[in-house]
Nanobody, 116 residues
Framework: QVQLVESGGGLVQPGGSLRLSCAASGFTFSMYAMSWYRQALGKERELVAVISSAGGSKNYADSMKGRFTISKDNAKNTVYLQMNSLKPEETAVYYC?????????WGQGTQVTVSS
């Protein structure tokens, strides 16, 4: 079955960087777009970035442009999110998402805490 497993979260100081990973299994990863979302405590889940199946097309939420980079390694069945210049308000659980055969799948999430 489809499984998504995020990793790489943690505590980082304001202005710092983290790279998140999402390992996928159970489907032909190279054929599907992938996305990252985040959800802060008490807020709705929001889209962070999307990458096309081959990785050639990327889109970001406006507030992340220029600071976050999404990438995809189809040989490793993994999607990444490089986050730079992190802000305290970006503290959240970060999730990866896939839509396979018209059904959406989510990982369990990884906590990112931006604090001094």
């Amino acid at each position: 079955q489809v499984q998504l497993v995020e990793s790489g979260g943690g505590l980082v100081q304001p202005g710092g960087s983290l790279r998140l990973s999402c390992a996928a299994s159970g489907f032909t990863f190279s054929m599907y777009a992938m996305s990252w979302y985040r959800q802060a405590l008490g807020k709705e889940r929001e889209l962070v970035a999307v990458i096309s199946s081959a990785g050639g097309s990327k889109n970001y939420a406006d507030s992340m442009k220029g600071r976050f980079t999404i990438s995809k390694d189809n040989a490793k069945n993994t999607v990444y999110l490089q986050m730079n210049s992190l802000k305290p308000e970006e503290t959240a659980v970060y999730y990866c998402r896939a839509v396979v055969a018209n059904r959406e799948y989510w990982g369990q999430g990884t906590q990112v805490t931006v604090s001094s």
